[in-house]
């Protein structure tokens, strides 16, 4: 769950884990060079999500970071026994820029899979899936305080550089289950001209009104990059206003981190496309961070390699192994 966690208190949105976008994933579906996966995990418990929330994919076409394509995901109530419904529609357009849920029916009532193995729902031309998977983020939990805290108050800002690698060896998410909801289509129906930047949004009605709680796009950006008083606002704001409002921080957070100058800060931000906080995908070329993202990327020893100025050793842990080759991709989850 590379956004498990946001700022330094650590906690996940408006304190509801339900709220909390975890990894958002885009590949090409294995074997069919046609067809799109796009991935968007929520919910580290795995349990219901969120019944007053909208779960969503934009998706921006043409470059101008507004959605020309728009996934939206509801959910029912949860039944007294758990059992939970949900509902996908896609929107186009102008209609895409809507932040509620609009557009053409492609799942209604869908039964939500809390079992042990995937409720794969078939719509057309679209695959689709929701519910309890395996998490297929690897990260070394331990090994990352070891590195950012010393002192017991978690301070992303200064790295603790040495001769001992902070990494412990030990991958703290080998059981751990994620919320995922997933869908597969013809590439030809996200029209990429030629490449896709996706992000993911989550919002929930709050007195009547749709209030933006969490988004994600680069792996790990909001983790490391904000601050408890920043993390509300950067997690309502839009991609097109990245640049100009967040610029600023991510060059002063670079300067602590690895030490860069301004001019530095700037251009390897430029040079890794971390803002607008969008993940960049072009289905002609093969998937692999930054081009879309797959389960086998170590995205954490990506992100703090960037932040230390390539100063950190690598983390040394591998991808899982329980990922799939067929939807819904993310491996069966683990029942206790």
């Not at 994620?178 to 989550?202: H, K, Y």
């Not at 931000?269 to 803002?275: F, N, Q, R, V």
């Not at 692999?288 to 983390?315: C, K």
Request: include cysteine; proline fraction near 8%; hydrophobic fraction near 35%.
């Amino acid at each position: 769950m590379s956004n498990h966690f946001t700022g330094l208190s650590l906690g996940p949105p408006m304190g509801d884990q339900r709220l909390d976008l975890c990894d958002l994933y885009a590949f090409t579906a294995p074997g069919d060079p046609d067809r799109t996966v796009l991935i968007l995990n929520a919910n580290p418990n795995a349990d219901a999500l969120h019944p007053d929330a909208i779960y969503r994919m934009n998706v921006d076409t043409d470059g101008d970071l507004l959605t020309d394509v728009a996934f939206s995901w509801v959910f029912g109530t949860p039944g007294p026994d758990g059992a939970q419904t949900y509902s996908v529609t896609m929107a186009t357009g102008e209609q895409a820029r809507d932040p509620e849920a609009a557009g053409t029916p492609i799942v209604t009532d869908a039964a939500v899979s809390f079992g042990p193995r995937a409720n794969v729902v078939e719509s057309g031309a679209y695959t689709v899936a929701a519910g309890s998977r395996s998490d297929a983020f690897f990260f070394d939990f331990d090994g990352i305080k070891n590195l950012f805290d010393t002192s017991g108050n978690r301070n992303f800002t200064a790295p603790h550089l040495g001769g001992k690698s902070p990494w412990t060896g030990v991958d703290s998410n080998t059981t751990a289950n994620v919320f995922s909801m997933a869908i597969e289509l013809p590439t030809a129906a996200l029209r990429p001209s030629p490449t896709l930047r996706v992000w993911g949004r989550c919002s929930v009605r709050r007195d009547g009104e749709l209030v933006h709680a969490d988004r994600a796009g680069h792996p790990s950006m909001s983790s490391f990059f904000n601050t408890d008083d920043t993390k509300e606002e950067y997690n309502a704001s839009e991609p097109v206003h990245d640049r100009e409002r967040w610029t600023d921080q991510f060059v002063h957070l670079l300067g602590h981190t690895g030490g860069y100058t301004e001019e530095e800060a700037r251009a390897a931000i430029d040079d890794h496309g971390l803002l607008p906080d969008v993940l960049h995908f072009d289905p002609a070329k093969p998937a692999f961070y930054p081009n879309g993202r797959t389960f086998t990327e170590d995205v954490i020893d990506i992100r703090v390699a960037f932040l230390t100025r390539n100063e950190a050793p690598p983390t040394g842990l591998s991808p899982h192994t329980d990922t799939l080759d067929r939807f819904p991709y993310l491996g069966d989850p683990h029942m206790s």
